[in-house]
């Protein structure tokens, strides 16, 4: 803090510079200090900061903070510019629609047809809910681990998690565990609670075990959902040819060295476990890691999940994916991969529809054939996969055949192990 001993004046006070923050009490004519204390306007303690740093640490700014100053500066003089081009860009949405709907009507009436039935025709429906009894939980207990833009990165894939579920053909039960700290104050505040009209997800501030207690009574429960086909294990069968030991059981774990005490309703997923995802399983709690470290904390959701006595799986990519580089997913596409199983039962056909184009990885002819899918054949040689924005649901494509629970990236660590993993174990 700046401090000067002003000129002692007659009556006891001093005179202080002007130009300083604030200034501790001077002596006056006795030896005595005066009590008063000076403080300057609010906009020249702000230049002050800006140009000499926090007087209160004596720390100058650096170049980068006094550029983010100038960012922030230049974003509060935008915001205007920037409400009168959205207002625009709705305005030229809303013509084109108007534009759209007008040849509708025109169309139909050159037809013959009710203009009014064929616009009702074309206009979406609500998307069904029908529940199963499986069970997503989102482990966001890593906060710790974070950094601010990742705590926002990983509540923008909950909504994302919550978006692909909800709109699946069947919706499994989602739990978010550990909702508390700076996530849930973003989506009390900057989302707008919107959070509290989700259906079919729960938010708890719990671990992920109590989410996976008040899972378990749910699907338990008359609302637990049906038992669909590609649930059922009598569809599970036996495939000698299949790089993965499939059995009856083959949605459970095999009892390698596992704790007797053991939670078998839970899977956490994560690439460091030496089983692998084979089918989902009913009345069962799939945990996936909400963390987005950038990989920095590498093992850290298989430690958790011994630690806790849960079993573990990772998703079986390697077995239908030829990577040719690492991959890492988010919390929403281990989601949505889930969900797409759920559909149709086949790991090959979810992965092409989640995994996005780019990166370039195939699918593997044999992990197609133990699923007895022909459809994708045309699109089984140019799948490509794609980073996620750092978060991660580590899930590695390594391949160790044994079991059978469930698939990021904010982290959720699924990543995906190098080709050359890839093929030895191919072989």
């Known amino acids: ?50 140009k000499h740093g926090d007087s209160s640490t004596n720390t100058p700014l650096s170049k980068n903070q006094l550029k983010k100053l100038k960012r922030k500066q230049v974003w509060e003089e935008r915001k205007e510019d920037r409400k009168r081009i959205r207002k625009e860009k709705r305005h030229i949405r809303a013509a084109r629609k108007r534009e759209e709907r007008n040849e ?41 681990y974070m950094r601010d833009p990742e705590i926002v990165s990983l509540s923008s894939q909950v909504v994302r998690s919550y978006s692909q579920n909800r709109n699946g053909k069947y919706q499994a039960h989602l739990f978010i565990s550990s909702f508390k700290g700076k996530m849930k104050t973003r989506f009390e505040t900057v989302l707008s609670n919107n959070h509290k009209k989700w259906r079919g997800t729960h938010f708890v501030e719990g671990d992920f075990r109590e989410a996976a ?31 993965i030991v499939t059995a009856t059981n083959a949605a459970l774990p095999m009892p390698e060295p596992e704790p007797d005490d053991v939670d078998r309703s839970i899977v956490y997923l994560t690439s460091e476990s030496p089983y692998t995802l084979e089918a989902l399983e009913p009345h069962t709690s799939y945990v996936i890691g909400g963390l ?45 991969i889930m969900s797409k199983w759920l559909e149709c039962g086949n790991w090959g056909e979810s992965f092409l529809a989640v995994i996005p184009k780019r990166k370039g990885g195939t699918l593997k002819g044999q992990g197609m054939e133990r699923q007895g899918s022909e459809a994708l054949g045309s699109e089984a040689d140019t799948v490509e996969i794609e980073d996620a924005h750092g978060s991660p649901a580590d899930v590695q494509g390594e391949e160790q055949s044994s079991m059978s629970p469930k698939d990021r990236e904010g982290s959720t660590h699924v990543q995906v192990a190098a080709a050359e993993a890839q093929h030895s174990v191919s072989e």
């Open 292 to 336: 987005v470290d950038r990989n920095r904390e590498k093992g850290l959701c298989y430690r958790r999940a011994r630690e806790m006595k849960v079993r573990t799986a990772k998703l079986p990519i390697g077995e239908y994916m030829a990577m040719q580089s690492r991959y890492v997913l988010t919390t929403n596409q281990v989601v949505e």
């Open 213 to 243: 207690r008040q899972a378990s009574e749910l699907m338990a429960g008359p609302k637990g959902g049906d038992v669909i086909d590609v649930l059922r294990r009598k569809d599970t069968v036996a495939s000698e040819e299949s790089s």
């Open 1 to 50: 803090m700046a401090e000067i001993l002003g000129t002692p004046t007659k009556d006891g006070t001093s005179v202080e510079d002007p130009s300083s923050t604030s200034y501790d009490a001077c002596p006056t004519e006795n030896g005595t200090k005066s009590g008063t204390t000076v403080t300057a306007p609010k906009e020249a303690r702000q230049e002050d900061t800006e």
């Open 104 to 144: 509708k009507v025109a169309a139909a009436q050159a037809a013959g047809l009710d203009p009014d039935e064929v616009l009702k025709a074309e206009k979406p429906g609500k998307p069904s809910y029908n529940p199963v009894p499986v069970a997503f939980i989102l482990d966001c207990d890593f906060e710790q």
